[in-house]
């Protein structure tokens, strides 16, 4: 279920930039007059630091997402949008990123807890390392407890997987990603309908590309497992082709369930 978010804001430059984004990111959101005392609100209230400072109301306060001054706008999007679809959570435990190599355009799909974040096609190694480092930076807040990073692979042009893997090893060593990779076969023959996913097929590949490495991953036993030794094993293959499959696809996409949720239901 999606959480209904809320902007509570007299500040214009701050209104404009987070209707603009949610307009961008296709999320409904509703408009509470500001100065109007807050109460029974069911939902993610948006607003800035200075203004949140200013509120009374002790019971709502566990249900603001605020805006620091200082912080990268994207950054608080991209917290925004997961509250929105699956919660608000101060801390996630893994970040997935998977990704479909192409020789002209790569998608990649992100994951936080396995639930399904956001997408994107990418052309190449310098906007990889940059987007990834981005959502790195964005989720990787706890320092004592570093999330978890897993970055899945598919097969499919193997000179451009064998150079991605060599460059962002070297530039994310610090943080320890464990890297996979999955067997893609018969991706290319998906069917699904553009005007229900709204993303490009890239996309679409690999969100299902990290379903088949979790499925190959709970296959193994390995799921919840200390995992660091697994630089043992650089990178890890797994097959798992599991043909696609429409409605555990878009439980993921839409967010109604992890990719092991989706998985569990399908069994």
Do not use: C
């Not at 984004?21 to 069911?42: A, C, D, Q, T």
């Not at 893994?94 to 399904?116: H, R």
């Amino acid at each position: 279920m999606r959480i209904k978010l809320y902007i509570y804001s007299n500040n214009s430059r701050f209104f404009y930039k987070i209707n603009n984004s949610l307009n961008e990111l296709r999320i409904p959101f509703y408009v509470l007059n500001y100065g109007v005392k807050l109460r029974n609100i069911k939902g993610i209230i948006l607003t800035t630091q200075k203004e949140f400072d200013g509120i009374s109301s002790e019971n709502l306060k566990n249900r603001f997402l605020i805006y620091q001054d200082t912080q990268d706008f994207e950054e608080y999007i991209m917290h925004v949008l997961a509250a929105h679809k699956f919660n608000f959570k101060k801390r996630y435990l893994e970040l997935i990123f998977s990704i479909d190599p192409g020789k002209n355009n790569s998608g990649i799909a992100i994951f936080l807890d396995e639930y399904f974040l956001i997408s994107k096609i990418l052309h190449n190694q310098t906007e990889f390392v940059d987007y990834i480092g981005k959502f790195i930076s964005y989720f990787n807040s706890d320092k004592l407890k570093p999330i978890i990073i897993k970055i899945f692979f598919g097969i499919g042009v193997p000179s451009l997987v064998e150079s991605l893997l060599e460059v962002l090893s070297r530039k994310f060593k610090e943080f320890m990603p464990i890297f996979y990779l999955v067997d893609e076969r018969n991706t290319s023959k998906m069917k699904y309908d553009k005007h229900i996913f709204k993303i490009s097929k890239h996309e679409i590949s690999a969100i299902w590309i990290a379903t088949r490495g979790i499925k190959a991953i709970k296959s193994m036993n390995i799921l919840n497992s200390n995992e660091e030794d697994s630089q043992s094993e650089f990178p890890k293959k797994l097959n798992s082709e599991i043909k696609f499959d429409i409605n555990l696809a878009k439980n993921v996409y839409f967010g109604n369930s992890s990719i092991s949720e989706a998985l569990n239901f399908k069994q």
